[in-house]
């Protein structure tokens, strides 16, 4: 099937799915990708760009395509969908001049119409581009979470990582964080790293408790995953790179235990482990990723954003927008470029993404779907048997130790 024929089969699939009244309830999550940094890290993979290169018409050109696309998109599936979260990512939306970051973000609540019950609105932002002004800008545009990316409070590691110096261990961090507990008022969010090559269990409890003490709602816990063609990997040579790629971890022994150190922290510290890589405290969870992670419909906008959408018949359909912002400004048409996943394969996708969670997944739903459910069931029951997962109800969950080698546990499954 082309492309064309493919969006029209998926866009008139989403209007004829179920009644007004059904079709209205079903939430919808909006991502919009801001490709600017001012500069890249070493071990980034995502789309990014350094905005020193980018003239202020540029600038504004991406950002008008992005609301221009996004307004298509909405009024494509309002029909069918009530929005329920935004997310801001990136990049670092931030770095953007706040005239042009509040032609953004009023031109998203305009699209979305003002008055819309969001359940949540997060912004990314690294701690250099963060001052009260910007904080205010924020919460003016009806912006209700804040991510930080701090991935590391101390220089040496954030060295070893090719980290740009974003207001580091010894610079205005403290500060940045300060300012954020005494002046915003809707959640916010922590970003850390572990598994960075050299690092010890020490290191890791050490960031986990500079980063607790500055007391934010959520705090995501990352393992270093070396990107092929990044400076990170290129740097570490194909050999480092491999062994990440497989192992997830550089330094098997070292970066495993500081994973595990850290991980064991932020529980110990009150944070529940609701996904492998993000803890929170009650209620203060992340409902845009809790979207993704069970396969729920979203609208991507911006150079590599993707949008999925779920046909009736459980197969997804998604979108792509082109990854540079010379290829995202020529794009044609409301939607990017198509590719369909068939209901087997997004049950299975479904296993893959619902194990990382602490909810798990009702083995009922995806099971049906699957033309390898008897081995697949065999490879649960082995699981079980081992004490890597649990299987109650017939909602299958991994154990502490089942998530320490969730990577392993997924090959087998594959």
Known sequence: MNRSAAVTRALSDMH??????????????IYVHVPWCRARCDYCGFVSLTIAA???GRLRAVIEQTLSLLDQRVATVAPTHRIDTVYVGGGTPTVLPHALLRRLLDGIADRLGRRTALREWTVEANPDTIDASTLELLADCGVTRLSVGVQSFQS????VIGRCRVAG???ALPEVLDLIGRSWSGQWSLDLITSIPGMSPAEA??????????GPH?????????????RLANRLGRAGATSAAADGATVAGVCTASATAAARELERRGYRRYEISNYAIAGCECRHNQNYWTL????????SAVSAIRRPEGGIVRYSDAATAE????????????????????????????????????????????AERAEVRQVFERWSDQGLATIEAEVICMTRRGWDLLDSCLRDLL
């Open 16 to 29: 004829h799915a179920a009644r007004p009244t059904e079709r209205r309830a079903k939430p919808l999550g």
């Open 54 to 56: 980018a003239t202020p």
């Open 156 to 159: 040496r590691l954030l060295q």
């Open 169 to 171: 261990a010894d610079g």
């Open 205 to 214: 409890r050490l960031d986990v408790r500079r980063a607790c003490e500055a």
């Open 218 to 230: 959520h705090i995501s816990l990352y393992d270093l995953s070396l990107e092929p063609g990044t």
């Open 296 to 303: 729920g419909d979203y609208i991507g906008v911006g150079p």
């Open 327 to 370: 290829g995202f400004l020529n794009q044609s048409g409301p939607w990017g470029t198509a590719e369909e996943s068939s209901p087997a394969e997004a049950a299975f996708e479904r296993l893959m993404v619902g194990l990382r969670t602490a909810e798990g997944v009702s083995l009922s739903e995806v099971m049906p779907l699957l």
